[in-house]
């Protein structure tokens, strides 16, 4: 089989970023992009916990569906399988810059929620229990800090 575009990335050089991983058009004509939230260097920082990652998931996609730009384009935002980060996927293209704008206003909300995670009760979320709030906001704050506040050219693009 050919490999998928998400794995010829090359993730011994890759950084906490935020990087256009692909841009499809759909058969009706739709525009949508597949965003790579990048929020540890791969393979070599502790992946995030999937405790972490399902909480910033609940988190996310609530404000992302809830702001009022933003919120009728926003498709998908899910965790990767690898704990490194999430993707979010959206109907248009936008550059990785305005991208980081967005994810730097919803991370910094995120790392100061002090409130019941949305959607974490045993009616509305299949391991609703499977969560850490505290460990969330300090993800969401070293990644907002660390990579968002100040990001470069090269933490919004690919490299070899």
């Not at 965003?35 to 920082?45: I, L």
Request: glycine letters at 8%; aromatic letters at 10%.
């Amino acid at each position: 089989m050919k490999k998928i575009a998400s794995f010829t990335v090359n993730h011994l050089v890759l950084e906490p970023g935020v990087y256009e991983s692909r841009c499809d058009t759909t058969p009706a004509g739709d525009i949508i992009t597949t965003y790579d939230v990048r929020m540890t260097a791969p393979n070599r920082e502790p992946a995030l916990s999937p405790q972490v990652l399902h909480t910033i998931e609940h988190l996310a996609a609530t404000w992302l569906r809830n702001n009022q730009k933003w919120g009728t384009r926003i498709v998908y935002w899910g965790p990767m399988g690898c704990c490194t980060g999430s993707y979010l996927i959206v109907q248009g293209h936008y550059e990785t810059r305005i991208i980081a704008g967005l994810l730097l206003e919803m991370f910094t909300w995120i790392a100061g929620y002090d409130g019941e995670i949305p959607g974490a009760t045993p009616r509305d979320c299949g391991n609703w229990s499977y969560t850490d709030l505290s460990g969330a906001r300090e993800a969401a704050k070293r990644y907002a800090e660390q990579t968002l506040m100040n990001i470069d050219d090269g933490h919004l693009h690919y490299h070899d």
